[in-house]
């Protein structure tokens, strides 16, 4: 609509106000995966994508010495696919992986029906607030600032939770495999996959900042940057499972401040000598936090059933659990699934980081720089621990088995084991 209107009046007072607005519609467009021929046209997902941007500032000059700025804004992500309609929209996705191919690359894989990411949705609305104050003492320029979010996100996962299930058998609709094209023209199945529970989940985080910033010009040539900075996210405490309460808690860490250190000397009239260190945390990613908590072993919150072709011991088609093309409506069929949480102990990553340089005027307009920037991550979230996984496992873990029924658990029978690594 406009990107940015300004407007400032004959005293101190100045304006802005953003508004923006992307509409984009991509029938059939939904591809995920390489430029390959992995998919049949009903699975194709229509892809649309509606992004809405509003933000308004106000700052306002008392005098030479003071300065406010007010910055609010709302944006809003909205992104979702539905199915093409080329076939029933319930039906279940059909994957086709002949003898020898590559499930993981997936280079002569075809899939039909509808796939899993054909349905989902994922809205993320954004609140901002902040409010900065710049005041000049003396040799002094000090900087003071409040910042405040709130994030509200809702996930609409019909193909299922884990994104590389979405694309193969993570649907709620569910996945018949097949390894043979005779057996898929008789139904004859492979294994059989589906989900159910609760496919929407949505959560709200508030983010609150505070800063303090001190730029000091000790002397004409020398000047000293000192700050400080506390920020924190307040995820909701998940669902718990009355089994094991753990799975209600997350740990949220409040204490994170953060010092900043820099400088700038002037040793000689070219030549300009900077350098810096600082603590930066990271946030905790909002995708990381659905994955931690979704998963908390009860069947309302997420199941799976499945089945493997002959397993009731019949080889007819139509005699199987799982009839080829139909879904399993029966709820007693679908187990928890497994138990996923961060661990109370969890500690936010954060960074460490220096800076030196060397800037050097040797003509007019020309400067050349030199410097080296240091950093180092400190408990850095990541899905493959690989350095971990090089590690042998120590110690022992205790086995208690109690009789069914048992109250008493000291009587309950007790055995050594060493701890498995999986």
């Known amino acids: 609509m406009f990107s940015k209107v300004d407007y400032r009046d004959s005293k101190d007072d100045r304006f802005y106000l953003s508004l923006n607005w992307n509409r984009f519609d991509s029938p059939g467009g939904f591809i995920l995966g390489a430029e390959t021929a ?29 300065l406010n700025e007010v910055h609010a804004a709302f944006s809003r992500d909205d992104q979702f696919s539905t199915p ?28 039909l029906g509808n796939a899993g990411f054909a349905g989902g949705r994922t809205n993320e609305a954004l609140w901002q607030l902040s409010d900065h104050v ?34 193969q058998n993570g649907t709620f609709r569910g996945t018949y495999t097949f390894t043979d094209l005779s057996k898929f023209a ?32 000790i002397r004409p040539r020398l000047t000293l940057d000192l700050g400080v900075r506390e920020d924190f996210q307040v995820y909701p405490q998940p669902r718990e499972n009355p089994t094991f309460p753990i799975t209600g808690q997350f740990p949220n860490q409040y204490q994170r401040v953060a010092p900043r250190f820099g400088f700038a000397w002037q040793p000689l009239d070219k030549t300009v000598v900077r350098g810096g260190f600082g603590l930066f945390y990271e946030n905790f990613n909002g995708l990381n936090y659905r994955n931690s908590v979704i998963s908390n072993g009860t069947l309302s919150q997420q199941a799976s059933v499945t089945y493997v072709y002959g397993a ?18 029966d709820p007693s069929q679908f187990s928890a699934s497994n138990i996923s949480l961060v661990d109370p102990h969890f500690r936010v990553p954060y960074i460490l980081q220096g800076s030196l340089q060397i ?34 496992p120590t110690g022992t873990t205790t086995y208690v088995l109690c009789a069914a029924g048992a109250t008493d658990t000291s009587a309950c029978h007790r055995t050594l084991g060493c701890i498995a690594k999986s």
């Open 38 to 66: 992995l998919f049949g046209k009903s699975t194709l997902a229509n892809a649309f994508v509606r992004d809405y941007q509003a933000s308004i500032g106000w700052s306002r000059a008392y005098g030479s010495d003071l």
């Open 134 to 167: 710049s005041y000049l003492r003396g040799n002094h320029t000090l900087k003071f600032g409040i910042e405040f979010m709130h994030t509200h996100v809702t996930d609409l996962a019909f193909g299922g939770f884990d994104p590389d299930a979405q694309a």
């Open 84 to 111: 093409t309609g080329s076939v029933n929209p319930a039906l279940p996705t059909v994957l086709l992986v002949p003898s020898g191919g590559d499930s993981e690359e997936g280079g002569t894989n075809f899939q």
């Open 312 to 329: 009731n011991g019949s080889q007819i088609p139509k005699q199987q659990t799982a009839v080829f093309p139909n879904q399993i409506t």
């Open 186 to 217: 008789l139904g004859i199945y492979d294994n059989f996959f589906q989900s159910t529970g609760q496919p929407k989940f949505s959560f709200g985080v508030p983010y609150v900042g505070f800063y303090v910033h001190d730029t000091y010009q």
């Open 359 to 392: 800037e050097r005027e040797i003509l007019r307009d020309t400067v050349i720089t030199l410097g080296t920037t240091w950093t180092h991550g400190v408990h850095l979230a990541s899905s493959s621990a690989y350095d971990l996984n090089l590690n042998p």
